[in-house]
Every structure is written in C-alpha cells, then in structure tokens.
C-alpha cells in the first residue's frame, strides 16, 4: 500500500537526506527512510536517527559518497557522514535462519525492499518513506497499527519471537516509549516464547531496561514485562513484591509502590530511577505482623541496598552505577527532626556523600509520589534541605581531606610514623569539626592532635 503524505522532517535535516536520496536515484538506487524514523515522524514524535535502506551494496554506497564509514559492514551497514550529520544505510536484507534464538547464522542481502520489510520485528517499524516523492510504503498494515497505538509482530509472533529472544523485550520497551499496547496474540506469543527469551545475554536484556527506564512511564513496560512472564527472567525480586501489602499508610502494594515512583523519578535520572524501583525490594523478605497486628519492614532498607547491589551486578551495570544506586537505596529511610544539631547535618552529609545528597531529596520526592497523591516535600524536610544548603554554602569540612591539615603535616609535627594512628586521628579531628567548623585551622587542630597522640583510643 502507498500513501501520499508529506512526513514533516525537521528543514535542517530535510535538505541534506534530499540530497542524500537523490544521489542514489540519480545512480538507479532505491533508497528510503525506513524504520523507527518513519514511526516516530507519523507520530510527531523527536527522531534521533534516522535510518535508509537501499538495495545498493554496502561498497556501491562506498563508491557514491565521499565520507563512509563502514560500521557494521558484516550485516550490510554503513555510516554516512555529511554535513557534520551521519545516517546508517542498509542494504536490503532477508535475514538468514536464527540460531537458538540469538543472532541470524547468516545475512543475506535482498532485492527488494518488501522483503527488507517482512524481516523487520514490528508492524510500527515496518513503514518506508520515499523522501522525494512524499510517499509512505506499508507492506504491513503499520499504518493502522500506528493509528491504533498497536504493536504487533510482523507476521506469526511465536515464530518471529523465537528466531530472536530480544524482540520480546523490545515489545515491551515500545509500549512504554510510545504508550502503545501490545496486540493479544503477540503478547500471548511472549508467554510462550519465554524459553528463546531466556537465552538472551544479560547485557542485551539490561540494555533494553536501560532504555526502558528512560521513557515516561516505565511502569508500561514493567507491568507487561511482569504479567508476560519476561520480568521473573532477569528480575524475579521485584516480581516477588507483588501484592505484597504494605501498612494502613499505603494504599499500593510493594510492586505497584516502587514503579510508580520509578514514574515519578526523573526522566533524565537513570541512578534515580533505579534507585525508585528497587529501594523498597527488601520489603518482601523483612515483612513481619507487628504487635497492633499492622506490617512492619524492619531494618528493609538495608537489605534492599544488598539486594540492590546483587541485581546489578547480575545485569553487569557499572560500578559507579551499582555504588550510587546502592547508597541511595541505603540512605532513603533518613528522618529528620528539627533538634538535628548542625554536627548532626554535617554528619548525615558526609555518610550520604555531599554529591549524592540531592539525588536522595529528589528520591524522597519520587517515593511519595509513587505512594498515591501526595505531592513534594514535606516542610521538616525541606528544612533540613535549606540546612544542607547552608553548610555547602558555608563550605564547611566534609571529610578529612577538607581538613586544613593532612597526615605529612602531623608526621612532621609529631614525629610520628606512618600507619593506623594517622588515620585515627584525623577522624577524630574531622568529628571535632563537623561540630564545630571553626576549629578547621592547622593551628588548633595541631593541637589537638597533640592531645590525641598517645592517648588511648
Ligand atoms: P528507537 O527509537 O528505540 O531507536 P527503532 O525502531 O529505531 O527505535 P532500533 O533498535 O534503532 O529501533 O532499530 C531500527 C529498526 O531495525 C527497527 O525499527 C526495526 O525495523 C529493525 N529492528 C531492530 N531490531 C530488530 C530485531 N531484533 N528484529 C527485527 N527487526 C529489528
Ligand atoms: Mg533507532
């Protein structure tokens, strides 16, 4: 099927993929705006790449432009580069048979862009637009699905989810990217596939999670991935939260409670994100019947930061990930009462780290939101927030680094050797300033020191 329709592509691209395009028709090449971009431009949607197919070779494409780079030649792609833009080309492909559900044993280029099409996971990502006639080619019905907010596999979804364990994940990713539901059979199909689905590397699998929480409301996305099956896969603790009830305050159980405020987590925050999902997961295992007969989850917030840890590790995310998301989990449950001495303030600033303590104010926030209508920060807290200000804006010592004295200096000084008890007393230096930051002077703090020496721990 084509349709005439003019996709609106921003002027300060449309110019260039002209040329682009006309450069391989002038040449007798088919080329075409294919995939995501075709989607996201029907649903007025930002588009970040934008992709061609062609039925050109890989080193024909090499011969017609001057900036080309050959970046996944092995599958038919290159990168065009032009006007500082760079565009992936794709020559036509009729994938070859899928090995245990992982990638194609072979890649076999096509003739026709039908089937480049037919190789393609969804029906939303199976549309191509003829750039310089201002039409839409739908071999699929993607079209309707698009209008419907569909997403459908094209052609049997058990078998195309069988030859490739991601397309799965993916389904989900695209319901909560572009708040689409997912078509009966095909989700379905996901529960019956899981076996392929299970295969896939976990690098894969948290890649996809990665974007997954990038999107507005990740919630989509979980819940499908929960009730298809996907979610026990690679994140069996967080399924164990559901309907796991929480005291008289709560209105969600433990599950519902921690993707809502995964949704109310900052978009562009994945630390935060991920901290929201997972700082209630030890809630499962620390639930008991308190005395009023009510829940009680003692202790919850340190075995989620345990649990936190082992999950991404699992997922292999990066250590600088796995740290902040485990100290913010760690940290949540922080009361504040206003006869908090400023030693107190300093104190809870340095074991949550100075550059970590916003993000803990903004899961706080997600936290409440994800408990049903409360909104922002209650007043005690914001308080302490305007305390905290005031003690970064005072800059006052933090750690024993911020100390205006250091272990060569007390070497010196002391005539003491290096080991243990330069380290104890500087802690104990530091714990004197966090109460009292004018002491933070060589002078007194030598001092001090002197006294420290020798004694006794
Ligand atoms: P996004 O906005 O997330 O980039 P996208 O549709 O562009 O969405 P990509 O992963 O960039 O997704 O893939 C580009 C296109 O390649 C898809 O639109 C789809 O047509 C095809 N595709 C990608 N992954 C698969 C897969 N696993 N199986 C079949 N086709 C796929
Ligand atoms: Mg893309």
Redesign the pocket.
Known sequence: MIIEEKLPIPHTMADTMSRIVSKFSDSGFECYL????V??LILGRKV??Y?FATNARPEQVQKLFRKVIPTGIKHGTVTLLKNNKSFEVTTYRADGKYIDGRRPESVSFSETLEEDVL???FTI??LAYDLLNGKIIDYVNGLRDIERGIIRTIGDPVERFNE?G??PY?ACRFAS?LEFTIDEETFKAIGRTLEIARKVSVERVRDEFK?ILETKKPSIAIEYLRTSGLLGIFLPELVNCHEIEQNKFHIFDVYRHSIYSCDAAPQNNLVVRLAALLHDIGKTPTRRTGNDGDYTFYNHEVISAKMTRRIMKRMRFSNEEISKVNNLVLNHMFHYTDDWTDGAVRRFMRKVGVENIEELFILRQADRKGNGSRNGLPAPILRLHRRIEQVISDDNAMTVKDLDINGHVLMEELGLVPGPEIGRILNALLEMVLDDPALNRKDLLLEKAREISGSPD
Not at 34 to 37: L, T
């Open positions: 294919i995939g995501g971009s989607r996201d970040y790449d992709d190789r393609r996971d990502n199976g490739d991601l397309r993916r990217k974007k």
